[in-house]
Each structure stands twice: as structure tokens, then as C-alpha cells.
């Protein structure tokens, strides 16, 4: 390769990483939103966070067209095919982020009162926070290429997982305590998990990380639990 | 291109299909063997369902593999690069239909009792019927490459989705019935959404073959309804 078409494919690797740092930033604003949302009962804002997931898919189809343009043209090898494909699959999981999101703003629209607790609404909010880290620090990773720090990220996942064990069982004791809760919990449950998935996806990324830079599968050692109690070895 | 070179090609995108079509077989025995699991609270196969779901993700891998290669070697354009295109989506729905299959399958071991009502069995029973026919008939308009059955496809995810919102009702009915149904009826609600996912994904699949075989994105004019009763243009 010539020096010209060496530098003029880093560009072409840098703008696929600028792509991948936009859909984060996306995605990060979104989950943020739409979990106000839920919190503050914020219909406008759950409606903007729904109009908002658009963007993401828009992104991610923009990427996967441009990393195949790249891939036929360029014929990359070793890392470099590695970081193109890495960022393919990155793409995807941030892409179901915002889905994510966009389902807890979907549940705020149909809840459409104020939320029966305020310990849930600290504990939706808690396990947010701990999700948003675990996606800036493995997109940080990922622009870093940092392969240890994607290990490390990937081991903080239990701590989510922790969280929404116990507040999948704090959901199911209101429900039983007053059946007029019923209905806004059964919406809770299904935003609880779409967090605590939030969590599963940045797991994924950090997987592409080490992939990306070590040639190598992360082997999965640390089994997944969730509130069913059943081991899982790898991403649901 | 030569005519060996051509006919290289053919015979390296007949694989790529042959692939897909072996992620589908697996991926229907897996949903049918997981719901069978839920239905008789079968923990035994149960079991042996969440272990075959790692093969899907071993397929999706090799195939993600083989189309990057495909693409670096070819350089193909059209209808062909949309054709390997389209097939490494699809590899991806599928994965993660063995995913929601896999979940209820974990969920039958946390339930581990008999179901409270033979109505709610047999609601999930059709709704998963209904789900299996989708997947089983997108999958044969990717082998046909037929756009115009993908559209009718699409347009029979409605049937799934009303079915699902009445489940959602009526598993909430029952919680209110009796608070010792709650846990059940909670990962039931779980299951549920799983297999109405499962009709999401036939979608995905069809409007990915749409696009292979037309070069263009459906519109997406049917608006999707699920319990939440809030309109969303694409999927969740």
C-alpha cells in the first residue's frame, strides 16, 4: 500500500470510530431520557425520547453500509478487519440501547400516573446510572482500544444483574400487597429488565473490545444469573 | 468475470443460504422444544434447549465470518452484496430468536410448577404456533427471494401482537385474582413478550428480504400496537 492509501484508509477507520462515538452519545442521552421520563411521569419527554431512537437506526445502517464499502475495497486483514467488524456488531448493540430506552418511554406513556414508590423509583434510577457508566467506560475502551479495561467493565455487569433481582422481587411483593398496583408494576418489570439488558449490551461491546484487539474470544467465565435463578453463560 | 469465477461465487452464496437455512431449522426447534418445555414444565428439556441455543450463536459467528470474506474477496455490488447483506441480518434475528427461546426455557426452570390455567397455555401455545408459521414462511421467501410474500408476511405480525395484549390482560387478571398466582403469572408475562418478540423478528426478516431482492426499504405504514398502547413505526 502506498503511503497516500494507508493515511486515506486510517481516515476512513477514524470516521467509522466517530460513527460509533455519535450512536453513543445517542444512546447514552436517550436511555437518560426516557428513564426521567418514567421517574417524573414526563409524557413529552417519553414521546421526544421515542421520536428521538430514530436516529440510531438511521446511524447503524449508515455504518454497516460504509464498514462493507470499506471491507471491498480495502480487503483489511488482522486487526484492521477485526476493528471494522467489531464496530459493525458495537453499531448493533447500541442500536438496541436506544431500542431499550425507547420501550421503558413507551411504558411511561401507558403508566401514565405516578409511580406507587419512591424506593423503586431510587432503584430504577440507581441501576440506570450503574448501566450508563458501564456503556461510556466500554465506548471510552473501545476508542482507547483498551482490552483491559473491556475485561474489567465486562466483570461490573453483576452489579446491575444484582439490582434488578432485587427489584424484580420488591416489584412482585407491591403487587401482592395491593392488587390496584398490579397493573403499573407489570409495566415496571418490563422497564427493569429493559435496563438491566442496557447492562448485557455493554457486556457485548466489551466482548468486541478484547475480540477487536486481541484476536481472541473472551472465554466466559463468569456465569450470568438473573431473577429466574438459572446460570447462563452468555448474553440474553 | 470468468465463467469458473461466477460459478465460484454461486456456489459461495449457496452456502452462505444453506447456512441461514440451518440457523432456521435450529432456531424453530429450539422456540417449539422451549414452549413444549413451558406447556408440560418439562425441566429436563427445558434444560437441554438453553444448551443447543449455542450453536445458533457459533453459526452467527461463522457466518458473519464468511460474508466479510465474501465481500473482501468478490467486491460485489447490487443485488449480490445486498444478498450477503441481507443474510448476515438475518443471521442476526435468528440468533436472537434462539435467545427468546432460550429465555422462556430458563423461566420454565424458575416456575417450576404446574401452569395455573389450561386458557393461558393454550393462548401461548397458538400465539407461538402463529410465530413459528411467520418464521418458517419468511425463511422460505429468503430461499425464493420473493418480495412480494415478505410484504404479506410482515402484514400478519398484527395477528401475534393482539394475541399477545390479551395474554398481557389476561395474566394481569389473574394476578389481581389471587396474589399467590403473582410470581408465575410474572414470568409467564415474560414468556409471553419472548414469543410475541419472536413475530418482531420474522418482520425484521422480512423486510431484510424485501430489501435484498428490491434494492429499497419497505415504508413502514402498519403501525405497531402492543400493551403499552402506543403506536411505534418499527420494531422493539
Same mark, same amino acid.
Given at each position: 500500500?502506498?503511503?497516500?492509501?494507508?493515511?486515506?484508509?486510517?481516515?476512513?477507520?477514524?470516521?467509522?470510530?466517530?460513527?460509533?462515538?455519535?450512536?453513543?452519545?445517542?444512546?447514552?442521552? *436517550?436511555?437518560?431520557?426516557?428513564?426521567?421520563?418514567?421517574?417524573?411521569?414526563?409524557?413529552?419527554?417519553?414521546?421526544?425520547? *421515542?421520536?428521538?431512537? !430514530?436516529?440510531?437506526?438511521?446511524?447503524?445502517?449508515?455504518?454497516?453500509?460504509?464498514?462493507?464499502?470499506?471491507?471491498?475495497?480495502? !480487503?483489511?486483514?488482522?486487526?484492521?478487519?477485526?476493528?471494522?467488524?467489531?464496530?459493525?456488531?458495537?453499531?448493533?448493540?447500541?442500536?438496541?440501547?436506544?431500542?431499550?430506552?425507547?420501550?421503558?418511554?413507551?411504558?411511561?406513556?401507558?403508566?401514565?400516573?405516578?409511580?406507587?414508590?419512591?424506593?423503586?423509583? *431510587?432503584?430504577?434510577?440507581?441501576?440506570?446510572?450503574?448501566?450508563?457508566?458501564?456503556?461510556?467506560?466500554?465506548?471510552?475502551?473501545?476508542?482507547?482500544?483498551?482490552?483491559?479495561?473491556?475485561?474489567?467493565?465486562?466483570?461490573?455487569?453483576?452489579?446491575?444483574?444484582?439490582?434488578?433481582?432485587?427489584?424484580?422481587?420488591?416489584?412482585?411483593?407491591?403487587?401482592?400487597?395491593?392488587?390496584?398496583?398490579?397493573?403499573?408494576?407489570?409495566?415496571?418489570?418490563?422497564?427493569?429488565?429493559?435496563?438491566?439488558?442496557?447492562?448485557?449490551?455493554?457486556?457485548? *461491546?466489551?466482548?468486541?473490545?478484547?475480540?477487536?484487539?486481541?484476536?481472541?474470544?473472551?472465554?466466559?467465565?463468569?456465569?450470568?444469573?438473573?431473577?429466574?435463578?438459572?446460570?447462563?453463560?452468555?448474553?440474553?
Amino acid at each position: 500500500m502506498s503511503e497516500h492509501t494507508v493515511s486515506a484508509y486510517d481516515q476512513e477507520l477514524t470516521e467509522i470510530a466517530g460513527k460509533i462515538a455519535e450512536m453513543g452519545g445517542l444512546a447514552e442521552s *436517550i436511555v437518560s431520557n426516557a428513564v426521567s421520563a418514567l421517574i417524573t411521569q414526563d409524557l413529552v419527554l417519553a414521546q421526544s425520547t *421515542i421520536d428521538r431512537d !430514530q436516529r440510531l437506526d438511521d446511524l447503524l445502517h449508515e455504518i454497516e453500509m460504509r464498514n462493507v464499502q470499506v471491507i471491498a475495497r480495502r !480487503q483489511p486483514m488482522g486487526q484492521d478487519l477485526r476493528e471494522i467488524m467489531a464496530a459493525t456488531r458495537i453499531a448493533n448493540d447500541l442500536e438496541r440501547v436506544g431500542d431499550m430506552a425507547k420501550n421503558v418511554a413507551k411504558r411511561v406513556i401507558a403508566i401514565d400516573s405516578d409511580l406507587k414508590s419512591k424506593k423503586l423509583a *431510587i432503584g430504577v434510577e440507581h441501576m440506570t446510572e450503574l448501566a450508563l457508566n458501564q456503556l461510556k467506560a466500554v465506548l471510552d475502551a473501545f476508542t482507547r482500544k483498551d482490552a483491559e479495561a473491556a475485561v474489567r467493565i465486562r466483570g461490573q455487569d453483576a452489579e446491575i444483574d444484582a439490582i434488578y433481582t432485587s427489584l424484580f422481587r420488591e416489584l412482585l411483593t407491591y403487587m401482592m400487597e395491593d392488587p390496584r398496583n398490579i397493573t403499573q408494576c407489570a409495566h415496571l418489570l418490563f422497564c427493569a429488565k429493559n435496563i438491566e439488558r442496557i447492562g448485557d449490551h455493554a457486556t457485548n *461491546i466489551a466482548e468486541n473490545v478484547f475480540y477487536m484487539v486481541k484476536g481472541d474470544h473472551l472465554l466466559d467465565d463468569r456465569p450470568r444469573m438473573d431473577e429466574t435463578g438459572v446460570e447462563d453463560k452468555e448474553s440474553v
